[in-house]
C-alpha cells in the first residue's frame, strides 16, 4: 500500500514540474488533467482500502466527484475559453522555463529540510508525503504568480488545490465529505468565474495578458 502511495504521490510532484516546463497553453490543460487522474488514482487506493477496512464510501464518493470535475468538467470548460482568445504559446514569462524549474527544485528542497528539522524523515511514510504534497502547493502557487496569461494562472490555483486535496488525502486520510463538497463547490464556482474574466479580458484587450489591465488605471 505505502509503495503505490509513495509512487503516486512522486508522480503528483513530477506532473508539476512538468507543468511549470510547458509553455503552450493546451499543454497546461493537458498536465493539470494528467494530475488530477493521478489524484483520482490515489484517492481511489485509499478509499478502496478504507472501504475494505472500515466499510466507509466518503473517499470514493470524493473520488467520482474528483473525475467527473477535475478530470472531465474543468478542462473541457477550460479548453473551451482557450478557444476563444487569441493567444496559444506563452512567450513572455517574468521567469523563463530553466530558471523557474531551478526554483522548483529548491522549493522542494526547502519543504524537505524544514519539514525534516521538525520530524525526521526515517519516522515514516508520512513524511515523504508531506514533502510531496506540500512543495506541489508551492509550486502550484509558484506557476501562478511566474506566468503572465490569465489561463496560467487558472492553472495554478488549480494545482495549488490539487497540492492542498493531496496533503489532507495523504496525511489524514481526507476530510469530512461535507467540507468537500464545499470545497469542490467553490472551486468550480471560482474557474467558471475566471473563465468569464478570461474571456472578457480578452474582449476588450485582444489578450489575456494580465499586465494589459494596468490600462485600466485612471
Known amino acids: 500500500m505505502e509503495y503505490y502511495l509513495d ?3 512522486l508522480l503528483i510532484l513530477i506532473s508539476s514540474f512538468v507543468l511549470v516546463a510547458n509553455k503552450r497553453i493546451n499543454s497546461y490543460i493537458k498536465t493539470f488533467r494528467l494530475q488530477s487522474f493521478l489524484l483520482v488514482i490515489l484517492a481511489g487506493v485509499i478509499g478502496v482500502e478504507k472501504f475494505l477496512t472500515e466499510g466507509a464510501l466518503d473517499i470514493i464518493v470524493v473520488c467520482v466527484i474528483i473525475l467527473a470535475l477535475k478530470v472531465i468538467y474543468i478542462p473541457r470548460l477550460l479548453k473551451n475559453t482557450v478557444n476563444k482568445v487569441e493567444y496559444k504559446v506563452e512567450k513572455d514569462f517574468f521567469l523563463n522555463i530553466p530558471i523557474g524549474v531551478l526554483i522548483c527544485c529548491a522549493l522542494v528542497m526547502l519543504v524537505y529540510y524544514s519539514i525534516s528539522s521538525v520530524v525526521p524523515m526515517n519516522s515514516g511514510h508520512s513524511q515523504v508525503y508531506l514533502v510531496n504534497s506540500i512543495s506541489v502547493v508551492l509550486i502550484g502557487l509558484f506557476f501562478m504568480i511566474s506566468r503572465k ?3 496560467g494562472q487558472i ?3 488549480l494545482v495549488l488545490e490539487n497540492g492542498l486535496f493531496t496533503t489532507a488525502m495523504l496525511t489524514a486520510n481526507g476530510m469530512p465529505v461535507i467540507i468537500e463538497l464545499g470545497m469542490f463547490i467553490d472551486l468550480l464556482t471560482a474557474v467558471m468565474i475566471m473563465g468569464v474574466l ?4 480578452n474582449e476588450n484587450f485582444e489578450s489575456i ?3 494589459k489591465l494596468r490600462n485600466l488605471r485612471g
Open 149 to 151: 496569461k490569465a489561463i
Open 209 to 211: 495578458d494580465i499586465n
Open 7 to 9: 509512487s503516486l504521490s
Open 155 to 157: 492553472i495554478g490555483f
Open 198 to 201: 478570461v474571456f472578457k479580458i
